[in-house]
């Protein structure tokens, strides 16, 4: 099976009508992109990896060098599904060249087909500089995590009517430039609708609404690996648990030295 293409994740969408909702994951490992990757349209490289992986405490100190080779593993561990890599804080922001230079950087060294970058009218500029020079980009509006300093939290967005204009005014704007698909996260249901039918490329929400035109999750939430988690996020497993007690079990059997058993050692002919 031949790897989807960003111009079909956008004409999945067709006359303000997406039949069949995209499915997003985020993936930062080449086993996780593995098994992810069949049940997926899009695996989004998430900057959200600062918390997931490295335990920071935002996503502000994330790298180049992270998102480009956590991108270049899930690359590697998929066949099927548009990978997309977060554009990682200070990294496009300045200057449509800056953020040109970025993405081609993290497109050369991973092989993944777009890129994503928050912000709406402000990044309008940027998103069509790269789209006219090659780089398929997918737009982030509503709670935007690289903004927490400014935003001064995670809290929904879109509860007061000025809020909720600017949300859908920067997904127009994003639209216009040229995003081929947007994020739209933590925001309040009736604006996120209110965007799914503003713009004519597929949103793709979390903590949004069913009606966009896709969902995403950070895997690692939705696998029940963190302990705090967002209202949004449903947790369909609890992995956490699975981890924490085969831990237990194998310290048990290693002090107990019931492991290895007869069935794990080499033993003379
Ligand atoms: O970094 C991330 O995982 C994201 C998604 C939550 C949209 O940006
Ligand atoms: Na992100």
Same mark, same amino acid.
């Given at each position: 099976?031949?790897?989807?293409?960003?111009?079909?994740?956008?004409?999945?969408?067709?006359? +303000?009508?997406?039949?069949?909702?995209?499915?997003?994951?985020?993936?930062?490992?080449?086993?996780?992109?593995?098994?992810? !990757?069949?049940?997926?349209?899009?695996?989004?490289?998430? !900057?959200?990896?600062?918390?997931? @992986?490295?335990?920071?405490? $935002?996503?502000?100190?994330?790298?180049? *060098?992270?998102?480009?080779?956590?991108? #270049?593993?899930? /690359?590697?561990?998929?066949?099927? $599904?548009?990978?997309?890599?977060?554009?990682?804080?200070?990294?496009? %922001?300045?200057?449509? *060249?800056?953020? &040109? !230079?970025?993405?081609?950087?993290?497109?050369?060294?991973?092989?993944?087909?777009?890129?994503?970058?928050?912000?709406? *009218?402000?990044?309008? *500029?940027?998103? %069509?500089?790269?789209?006219?020079?090659? @780089?398929?980009?997918?737009?982030?509006?509503?709670?935007?995590?690289?903004?927490?300093?400014?935003? +001064?939290?995670?809290?929904?967005r879109g509860r007061s009517d000025a809020e909720a204009e600017k949300i859908v005014g920067?997904?127009?704007?994003?639209?216009?430039?040229?995003?081929?698909? @947007? /994020?739209?996260?933590?925001?309040?249901?009736?604006i996120?609708?209110?965007?799914?039918?503003?713009? $004519?490329?597929?949103?793709?929400?979390?903590?949004?609404?069913?009606?966009?035109?896709?969902?995403?999750?950070?895997?690692?939430?939705?696998? +029940?690996?963190?302990?705090?988690?967002?209202? &949004?996020?449903?947790?369909?497993?609890?992995?956490?648990?699975?981890? $924490? %007690?085969? #831990?237990?079990?194998?310290? %048990?059997?290693?002090?107990?030295?019931?492991?290895?058993?007869?069935?794990?050692?080499?033993?003379?002919?």
């Amino acid at each position: 099976m031949r790897r989807l293409t960003v111009p079909k994740i956008r004409d999945r969408k067709v006359d +303000g009508v997406t039949e069949e909702p995209l499915v997003m994951l985020t993936a930062y490992t080449a086993r996780q992109a593995q098994l992810l !990757d069949p049940h997926c349209d899009l695996l989004l490289v998430g !900057d959200s990896l600062g918390q997931v @992986i490295y335990g920071l405490p $935002s996503t502000i100190p994330v790298t180049m *060098e992270m998102m480009a080779n956590h991108a #270049a593993a899930v /690359v590697r561990g998929s066949y099927h $599904s548009v990978v997309v890599v977060d554009m990682p804080f200070g990294a496009y %922001e300045a200057s449509p *060249e800056d953020a &040109f !230079d970025s993405a081609a950087r993290l497109l050369k060294e991973s092989g993944a087909a777009a890129v994503k970058l928050e912000g709406g *009218e402000a990044m309008a *500029e940027t998103v %069509e500089f790269l789209v006219k020079r090659g @780089i398929p980009v997918m737009g982030h509006v509503g709670l935007t995590p690289q903004a927490v300093n400014v935003l +001064g939290g995670y809290g929904a967005r879109g509860r007061s009517d000025a809020e909720a204009e600017k949300i859908v005014g920067d997904a127009k704007a994003l639209e216009e430039a040229g995003a081929f698909a @947007i /994020v739209v996260e933590g925001v309040i249901e009736p604006i996120a609708i209110a965007v799914t039918k503003a713009v $004519s490329c597929p949103t793709i929400g979390i903590g949004a609404s069913s009606q966009c035109d896709g969902q995403v999750l950070v895997t690692d939430d939705m696998l +029940g690996m963190f302990e705090r988690v967002p209202r &949004f996020v449903k947790r369909y497993e609890d992995v956490a648990t699975t981890i $924490s %007690e085969t #831990a237990a079990k194998y310290a %048990e059997e290693v002090r107990n030295r019931s492991f290895p058993g007869p069935d794990q050692l080499y033993q003379p002919k």
